[in-house]
């Protein structure tokens, strides 16, 4: 009940293509879902995050569909760029008032082709 | 640089041997959280602390793996007689609690590799 599944593992786009990325939880309890963005080396960046209280959250080109009925949620990125090329990574947590741990899904590797 | 910061980067130890990581969090963050992050998996949840307090831990967390934080600043993460299995990217991270929990931040890890 505690795992987030994620997928496609892998991804490949052509610059300026939507990239899409799903995830889906089974525990009910979440109440926040971060998406994560790392480069070879590095260690997670915070990409953009959503509450279950919306079902969208837009930033810049990053966009979080959020469907609470199907437990599930996706991350679209639109108007891909090479810079964009990295793994993604979604998680979920019992933040506001809980430990905040993330438990996160597997990872997509997502390379935008120029 | 006030981002989470992390040492050694990179770490190559025998087995058998024990090794010691360093995290520092950001200055006005009280909790810290390590995680363990194994090639082409997202990052496990390992333990975390809110000041000096090590509040959980994770049963991926045996008891050859030890972590501190004494005077509620930076954190060690020391891993005893290590095994090959334990090559991973150690992750640290850190947020601000009060009445509600922010965002965490990341360190940019420790590699480990045990031969």
């Known amino acids: 009940q505690q795992q987030v599944k994620q997928s496609p593992q892998s991804l490949i786009v052509q610059k300026g293509g939507i990239s899409i990325i799903n995830c889906a939880y089974e525990n009910t309890a979440f109440d926040y879902f971060p998406w994560y963005q790392q480069f070879p080396g590095k260690g997670p960046a915070l990409l953009i995050a959503i509450r279950p209280d919306v079902s969208e959250k837009k930033e810049g080109r990053f966009t979080i569909s959020f469907n609470k009925s199907a437990k599930q949620f996706s991350l679209h990125i639109m108007d891909s760029q090479p810079g964009d090329s990295a793994t993604y990574f979604c998680a979920a947590s019992i933040f506001l008032w809980n430990t905040g741990k993330l438990i996160f899904g597997q990872g997509t590797t997502l390379q935008v082709k120029p | ?115």
Not at chain 2, 86 to 93: E, H, P
Not at chain 2, 95 to 104: G, H
Request: charge should be positive.
């Open chain 2, 1 to 115: 640089d006030t981002g989470v910061s992390q040492d050694p980067r990179h770490k190559i130890t025998k087995r058998g041997q024990n090794v010691t990581f360093r995290c520092d969090p950001i200055s006005e963050h009280n909790r810290l959280y390590w995680y363990r992050q194994t090639l082409g998996q997202g990052p496990e949840f390992l333990t975390y602390f809110q000041n000096e307090a090590q509040l959980e831990k994770s049963r991926l967390l045996s008891d050859r793996f030890s972590a501190e934080r004494p005077k509620g600043s930076f954190s060690t993460l020391e891993i005893q007689r290590t095994e090959q299995g334990d090559s991973a990217m150690y992750l640290c991270a850190s947020s601000l609690f009060r009445t509600v929990n922010t965002e965490a931040f990341f360190g940019q890890g420790t590699r480990l590799t045990v031969v």
